[in-house]
């Protein structure tokens, strides 16, 4: 039945035209749902999670998309940073036991003179710890022996010279600067005569000594 004011030929051309609307709209749906458009949407979001928007970011924005290879772990992350502070704190200064940046100076504790009946003459020298001095001559009409120590301190009861004990030693002196820190010890021995010096360190008693004697001539054995 045939509604009035229309006739077959109107009928057929609004059935196209609705026809043709549905089929541009599944098409147009199609494309938006289906098409390339809908996977450059889908590529911006992580792999099996929600959308990236201003809600799933701390600060309330967007967070930035991640390219592969970017990722950094928590260490690698904070290696800058260390490097920075590495570079602003200070080198430490290296400082000997003592408290100080010099070597703790060597004190001379005492210095005795002796000799025996054999004729030999001994001069020891006791410091806070073990040392061996470098012994050096200086012969001339005052003959001695003598040693230097640049960072030393004296005790009080250490006599600044005192007499030898035989025939051999004429005076043991002790001088000291006290600007430098320097000590020198000299032993002055009888002029014209020829010695046998023997130095001996006891360990356990932090003790140098020093043993002199006369030099014995050799003995000619005619032929």
Known sequence: MQRSGQTPGGVIRSMNRTFFFVVLCLFLVAQAFGGPGHAAAQAGKP???APVSAADSPAGTAAPVVKPG???SPAQAALPVQQKAAAKRPAVEKRSPTGGGKTASLRL???ECG????GRERVSFTFDRLYRPVLKTLPGEKPRI????????VDPGVQAQQDGKGPLVRQVRISHDSASGSLRAAIELVAEKDYVVRPILYRKENRFLLEIEPKKPRSRHRP
Not at 115 to 118: T, V, Y
Not at 146 to 153: G, I, L, M, R
């Open 109 to 111: 504790k005492s210095v």
């Open 115 to 118: 000799a025996d009946r054999k």
């Open 146 to 153: 003598y040693f230097d120590v640049p960072n030393a301190s």
């Open 70 to 72: 970017a990722v950094k």
């Open 47 to 49: 792999p099996g999670g």
